[in-house]
């Protein structure tokens, strides 16, 4: 499944990193969330590609009602909702496939991924340096679940939400969530590891996750808007976790040192915008308790 509604030329680049997958045991759909320009959709019908399906949505719905129309069009056991901006390289089908084979029962697969910039260069951010010190060690395809799992995620979300595999029958049975339309795939994460689901993370690399200046996060960081939804879905978290009786996955809920210090990380664009609410926002999520 691929959401659109962005730049024509990563979306070009993104359907034909499809395309070019060594393994062609594959479908994609495209569910346009009403982009206004007509030009990205005629040339997805154009490439006449039997296993390319392209929809046009007549209104728009935005992330996370798109995420559901996308659910809800879902016809495999297992399925991925690729970013329209995001590069699979040729091994991603073929090396998702093997991995769902090694762990039939898994509810979502974390392949391998590296990143980009809007430019397609490979990149290391601030940020993708510190997904990668909370990502769990070791090498090889490794499956994880429960407290453990839960635990890992809230001291910080080193999972790349494009890339993942889900299983489908986990992602109709808990629904993405309308209001947290920036965090929903922790949200998504979490209600499916208190279910008893399990993540297999590996190694080899086969996606390329695009970060740049415009996406949602980015743009929402400043503002604050972004920081509203993680402190609702953490005291969520820590009131759910406490009843499970996952103490240190609580705990990571009610702490959420790595949300913090990219809400303080915010705050000098806050202030140079002079954005007095999102100044507020920030500092409320930084000091605040759950």
């Known amino acids: 499944m691929m959401p659109f509604y962005g730049r024509f030329d990563h979306f070009q680049a993104a359907v034909e990193s499809v395309l070019a997958q060594s393994d062609p045991d594959w479908t994609l759909t495209i569910v346009d969330d009403v982009y206004p320009d007509l030009a990205p959709g005629e040339w997805a019908v154009a ?14 719905l935005r992330p996370s009602k798109n995420y559901r ?13 690729m970013g329209c901006d995001d590069v699979m390289l040729p091994n991603y089908v073929r090396r998702v ?15 391998g991924v590296s990143v980009i910039d809007e430019h397609g260069t490979p990149s290391s951010p601030l940020a993708d340096r510190i997904k990668a010190m909370y ?24 999972t790349y939400f494009p ?12 629904q993405f969530r309308l209001d947290l339309d920036v965090v929903q795939d922790l949200a998504m994460l979490l209600e499916i ?32 808007s972004k920081f509203r939804q993680e402190r609702t879905l953490f005291a969520e978290a820590r009131r759910d ?21 990219n809400a303080l990380s915010e705050l000098p664009a806050a202030l140079r915008s002079r954005n007095a609410a999102g ?4 500092l409320e999520h930084v000091f605040a308790r759950v």
């Open 47 to 60: 490439l006449g590609d039997p296993r390319i399906t392209y929809l046009r949505n007549e209104v728009n």
């Open 193 to 224: 590891t208190k279910d008893g689901g399990s993540l297999v993370l590996d190694d080899e690399i086969c996606f390329a996750y695009r970060r740049h200046s415009q996406s949602v996060s980015a743009v929402t960081g400043p503002d604050g």
């Open 163 to 174: 890339s993942l595999v889900w299983r489908v029958e986990a992602l109709r049975k808990h």
């Open 97 to 111: 496939r093997e991995l769902i084979a090694e762990h039939p029962d898994a509810s979502i697969i974390q392949p």
């Open 279 to 282: 100044r507020r926002a920030l």
């Open 69 to 81: 129309k996308c659910v809800s069009l879902m016809t495999g056991e297992f399925s991925v909702i």
């Open 135 to 158: 990502r769990f060690s070791g090498t090889g395809a490794r499956e994880y679940r429960g407290e453990q799992l839960a635990t890992s995620l809230l001291r910080g979300n080193w």
């Open 241 to 261: 976790l406490t009843a499970l009786g996952w103490k240190r996955a609580a705990r990571a809920a009610a702490n959420h040192w790595t949300s913090r210090a």
